[in-house]
Structures are given as structure tokens and as C-alpha cells.
């Protein structure tokens, strides 16, 4: 059966614009310097713009993925950050939203040509338990794909997790967990009670550094480990906006999912405390994520943002899907851009 005149003209433009799309590779286009990728800049309520948290921090061309939350790795791909450059997972704590998409960025990364070697996953005691888990629930499919692909293709070498606990960080003394080619990161306990262990993490390279706070209400020891950081990437939620969705729910009869939602902003920062903490840390530079609720209608940042940007006076973003954040030598700005052009989040 002929095609179509339009079936004919997609598939031309898909043969002359495929081979640059798969062979893209953004974090290969980058100078040298500190990076912090959003990748999933959400939570766990349901949100077409966002997906579940996580951060993609690119140093020295290496890719260090905080947290893993669902369309994590679909997102990535957008973004053309090639699963290939990852070098590590750091999970700042085990809630769902943040470790959901775990499997699938492990799945991407090991048929990529980084395949051979299993996946480090780093994170407080408790990290050992989610990864043997995951491991566990993806065995039969890595089996399956290895007979159907072959070993070369789909190695058992590397299918598999590899936990490395660190020991949980006192109140007051943050740890060094990791050190990779010039990059150095540290661990830092939050308070998500009662959750714990919580953590977040502090990224230094080539004279640029950057935090990422993980879940936490404000926090002295975050406040601690992020002085004078070049940037900080801090959850925030808005109670008003907020306690209208509590509202609805209970209003509409579902009286478990208020009472949960009334529960939320007991471990989660606003908008507000957040500057508070990027301006007694005295950082250059604020991005709020794991944004709670979801903002459909613009207006409503405004809300949601409250009086922060008069607790901190310094640049301040909500932070998307796509969003770039580069740190260059030699300098103390941060320059944002935006690595999606179209979809959810753009």
C-alpha cells in the first residue's frame, strides 16, 4: 500500500534529523565547570509539568544522579543526558517519589555502552535494602534481555545494583561520601521526620559548589554545610495552596487523602523558610523544587513564592524539568537555560 504525502514528507524529515538526535549528547556540549540538571523538579502528587525529584550534577563529563524519582529516565532522555556518563546515584532518603524510577535509569544505563559495570548507588544505611529490592524485582527481566540480546549487548555483569552505605552524618558534621575526579561530595543530615535517615548533598568542583537539600523542613545542619554555596536546590511546598487541595479532597469525600495532605507540610520547607535558609547559609543563588501542589495556572506562583524573594535577595527560580544551572570556573554567577524545548515542564 503507497504512502501518503505526509506519511512520506515525516519520513524524510525523521531520516535527516534521526542520526543527530541519537547521537546527541548535552553533557558532552558542556565546558568544563559545576552543572546541576533538574530532571524531575515535582512530588509525588500528580502533575503533567513535573515528574518525581531528581537532579543530574555534571562534573568533569561525568554524570552523579540524586535521586531517582519516577520518569526519571524518560526525562533524562529528553534531555539527552546519556546514561552512559552516569558515574553514581546518591538517594538522600527511601520515600517512593524519590527512588521509583531507580530500576529504569539502572535498565538505561546498563544497556548503554557503560553496560559492563554494575551501577553505584550511594546513600545512608538503608540504601543496601531498596537496591537488593530493585535488584531482585528486575532480575527476571535483565535475564530475559541478555538471552534475547546476548551477553556482549546485555552483560550480567552489569545488570545488577550495587548498595554502598555510608554511615548516617551527625547533627553537626557533615561527611565526605564520595570524591571522583576533582569532584567532592558531602552528606549532610536534614530533618524529614519521621523519616530518617535524611540527607542531602553538598557538590564541589574546580572552586564551584552547589547543594541539593533533598526533603526537609528548615534545618541548622543545612544551613551549616551549604555556607556560601554557589547555589542551593531546596524542596519547598505552599501551606495555602496546599490546604485548598486538603479542602477539595475532604470536600469531595475522600477524607484519607486530606488527612495525608493536611500531614504534608510537617516535613517539607515553604517557599519562605527556604529563602530563610539560602540566606542565613549567605549562598549566591536559590532554585526551589519538589514543588507542592502542582501549579497549572501561572498566577499561582506568585502564591506559591509567597514573600521569599524579600527573606532573599539574591537570584531565585522555581525550578522546571529542563532546567540547566551552570557554575564555570573562575567565576561566582549561575547561568540557567533550559535543556527541553517542548512537553511537560518546558
Known amino acids: 500500500m503507497p504512502h501518503s504525502l505526509r506519511a512520506r514528507v515525516a519520513m524524510a524529515v ?52 540524586v535521586d531517582a524519582g519516577e520518569r526519571a529516565a524518560e526525562t533524562m532522555g529528553r534531555m539527552q543526558l546519556a546514561p552512559d556518563r552516569i558515574a ?28 559492563h559495570t554494575p551501577m553505584l548507588v550511594l546513600g545512608p544505611p538503608g540504601v543496601e535494602r531498596v537496591v537488593a529490592g530493585l535488584n531482585e524485582a528486575y532480575a527476571l527481566d535483565s535475564g530475559y534481555r541478555t538471552l534475547h540480546h546476548g551477553s556482549e ?3 550480567p555483569s552489569g545488570a545488577a545494583m550495587v548498595a554502598n552505605p555510608f554511615p548516617t552524618p551527625a547533627t553537626d558534621a557533615p561527611a565526605v561520601v564520595l570524591e571522583d575526579n576533582g569532584l567532592k561530595v558531602t552528606a549532610f543530615l536534614v530533618d524529614h521526620s ?61 477524607q484519607m487523602r486530606r488527612r495525608i495532605l493536611n500531614d504534608v507540610p510537617d516535613y517539607h520547607a515553604s517557599a519562605p523558610r527556604a529563602a530563610d535558609a539560602a540566606r542565613d547559609a549567605g549562598v549566591g543563588a536559590l532554585a526551589i523544587t ?57
Request: proline fraction near 8%; hydrophobic fraction near 45%.
Open 88 to 115: 553514581a546515584v546518591l538517594l538522600t532518603h527511601f520515600h517512593s517519589d524519590h527512588i521509583g524510577g531507580l530500576g529504569t535509569v539502572n535498565l538505561q544505563r546498563w544497556v548503554s555502552d557503560a553496560g
Open 194 to 254: 519521621p523519616i530518617t535517615p535524611a540527607v542531602g548533598y553538598r557538590f564541589d568542583y574546580c572552586g564551584r559548589s552547589a547543594v541539593i537539600s533533598g526533603d526537609t523542613v528548615y534545618t541548622p545542619s543545612l544551613v551549616l554545610a551549604s555556607k556560601g554555596v554557589d547555589l542551593l536546590l531546596h524542596d519547598a511546598l505552599s501551606p495555602e495552596l496546599l490546604a485548598l487541595v486538603a479542602d477539595a479532597a475532604g470536600r469531595a469525600g475522600l
Open 153 to 155: 549487548v546485555a552483560p
Open 290 to 346: 519538589h514543588v507542592i501542589p502542582p501549579l497549572p495556572l501561572k498566577g499561582l506562583e506568585e502564591v506559591f513564592l509567597a514573600d521569599a524573594a524579600e527573606r532573599f535577595v539574591g537570584p531565585m527560580w522555581l525550578a522546571r524539568d529542563g532546567d540547566l544551572y551552570s557554575l564555570p570556573p573562575g567565576g561566582t554567577g549561575v547561568e540557567r537555560k533550559r535543556l527541553l524545548r517542548r512537553g511537560p515542564g518546558s
Open 14 to 65: 525523521v531520516k535527516r534529523r534521526l542520526p543527530a538526535l541519537v547521537a546527541s549528547d548535552a553533557a558532552a556540549k558542556l565546558p568544563d565547570g559545576l552543572h546541576v540538571a533538574v530532571v524531575g523538579s515535582g512530588s509525588p502528587l500528580t502533575d503533567a509539568r513535573r515528574g518525581n525529584p531528581c537532579a543530574v550534577v555534571i562534573a568533569s563529563g561525568r554524570m552523579y544522579v
